[in-house]
């Protein structure tokens, strides 16, 4: 696998237990390559797990990565793998599979606004990386109150907003299915409440739709057996 890959483990939710890499490496159909946290790459997790596809998950160490960045196409991780080919950036490759893969809609006019949602959540990524990569102390700690304070209560009010209008019993936040959107919410709502408990108190139908993705027979496999990551 190489110097600096924290995992690398095949998975599959067509059998009872997670491979291992030697089994793995020649069978699995995808390879996806991000650091070794959860971040904004768990969305492609969530959508290859749900679709019930085996893939490589690649971990790097995080002081790899610039090792690692010449091997990518266009030095920018996570970096998706299969038939000898390589894409490039999460809210590509999420949409890639999202479409393939029955969670997105077969609307054009449709697709594009699941994929305005999951933008709003890639900014708030972009917003989180100011504050997490800082070596600044003093500033780290500034964006992270103003993140917490502002940013993101506004952002999340304006996703319940969409979500309550869609009118899903589910919660979904677009349309009577689960989409990638849905995914893309509950992968940002997942640490901002494990931060902060009481979080979704304001946010109900945001609420509905994290326990409607938490109860997905194969999220809730994947939840359960992915990797530990501090983040």
């Not at 492609?44 to 790899?64: M, T, W, Y």
């Not at 998706?80 to 080919?85: G, H, N, T, W």
């Not at 006019?109 to 972009?126: F, G, K, P, Q, Y």
């Not at 299915?177 to 109900?204: C, G, H, I, N, Q």
Request: hydrophobic fraction near 40%.
């Amino acid at each position: 696998i190489g110097t600096g890959v924290i995992n690398c483990v095949g998975v599959t939710h067509c059998a009872a237990a997670t491979l291992q890499v030697e089994a793995s490496c020649t069978m699995a159909s995808y390879k996806l390559t991000y650091l070794n946290y959860r971040g904004r790459a768990e969305l492609i997790r969530f959508i290859l797990s749900q679709a019930g596809l085996q893939f490589e998950d690649c971990r790097l160490a995080p002081e790899k990565w610039q090792e690692h960045r010449p091997t990518t196409p266009l030095g920018v991780l996570p970096v998706l793998e299969f038939e000898d080919k390589k894409l490039s950036g999460n809210a590509t490759i999420s949409r890639f599979l999202a479409e393939k893969y029955g969670l997105a809609s077969s609307n054009d006019l449709d697709n594009a606004e699941i994929s305005s949602l999951v933008e709003v959540v890639e900014d708030v990524w972009v917003r989180i990386a100011q504050f997490f990569f800082s070596t600044d102390e003093q500033k780290k700690e500034e964006l992270k109150k103003e993140f917490k304070t502002s940013y993101l209560p506004v952002t999340l009010a304006k996703l319940e907003k969409r979500a309550a209008e869609n009118n899903s019993p589910e919660g979904w936040i677009f349309g009577t299915k689960v989409t990638y959107a849905d995914f893309a919410v509950y992968v940002l709502l997942e640490p901002a409440v494990s931060d902060t408990p009481t979080l979704l108190d304001r946010f109900p139908t945001l609420a509905k739709l994290k326990t409607s993705v938490e109860q997905l027979p194969n999220i809730a496999k994947w939840l359960k057996e992915r990797p530990e990551s501090p983040y």
